[in-house]
């Protein structure tokens, strides 16, 4: 059965930093392409970041250069890396699988990051 | 990377079709079958109904489809029912190699 359990959200100061982990079951992360996507209370999804099986990463426009997209292949496990948080950061955020299709088939349950003082 | 366009709500009575417009660009919608849609109920994580414009993945009821002419992508349910009262969004592949969301649009079942 695949499964992606979020882990890492938490409340966090901005300029502060928080790395999110995304565990994968059922299937090889590494295989396939993985996504952040994110989405603010009460707002819409937003897509922040992906890894292709390659390797090579992309970033929305709103998070290149504070956020960094990684795996552990011997984990199984999805990362994101978020640096100089802002308050326009607050979202849930989910992992999502992407079995090179450019569709996202399955998500996680959410971890909430919050910025504020 | 703007996001592509969807009304914000829509509404039907029970038995009833409505239909979901997804406006993109020729970078987006417009240049690929790779247009998928998703439904998000409060509180839950969005769940995959439409891949690759017209696809629907096993489990998904056939009164769910879905079309493209140009630069929109649409969503149509039929038979309305109930349980699909939820947000819908709709997703394209870009030329830049990156993903973008329509902004969401309510359906509310009367």
């Known amino acids: 059965e695949v499964q992606l359990v979020e882990s890492g959200g938490g409340l966090v100061q901005p300029g502060g930093s928080l790395r999110l982990s995304c565990a994968a079951s059922g299937f090889t992360v590494s295989s396939n392409y993985m996504s952040w996507v994110r989405q603010a209370p009460g707002k819409g999804l937003e897509w922040v970041s992906v890894?292709?099986?390659?390797?090579?990463?992309y970033y929305a426009d709103s998070v290149k250069g504070r956020f960094t997209i990684s795996r552990d292949n011997s984990k199984n496990t999805l990362y994101l890396q978020m640096n100089s948080l802002r308050a326009e950061d607050t979202a849930v955020y989910y992992c999502a699988r992407d079995l090179r299709k450019y569709y996202f088939d399955y998500w996680g349950q959410g971890t909430l990051v919050t910025v504020s003082s | 990377q703007s996001a592509l366009t969807q009304p914000p709500s829509v509404s039907g009575s029970p038995g009833q079709s409505v239909t979901i417009s997804c406006t993109g660009t020729s970078s987006d919608v417009g240049s690929y079958n790779r247009v998928s849609w998703y439904q998000q109920p409060p509180g839950t994580a969005p769940k995959l109904m439409i891949y690759e414009v017209s696809n629907r993945p096993s489990g998904v009821p056939d009164r769910f489809s879905g079309s493209k002419s140009g630069n929109t992508a649409s969503l149509t349910i039929s038979g309305l029912q109930a349980e699909d009262e939820a947000d819908y969004y709709c997703?394209?592949?870009?030329?830049?190699?990156?993903?973008?969301f329509g902004g969401g649009t309510k359906l509310t079942v009367l």
């Open positions: 890894i292709y099986s390659g390797g090579s990463t």
């Open positions: 997703s394209s592949y870009t030329s830049s190699s990156t993903w973008v």
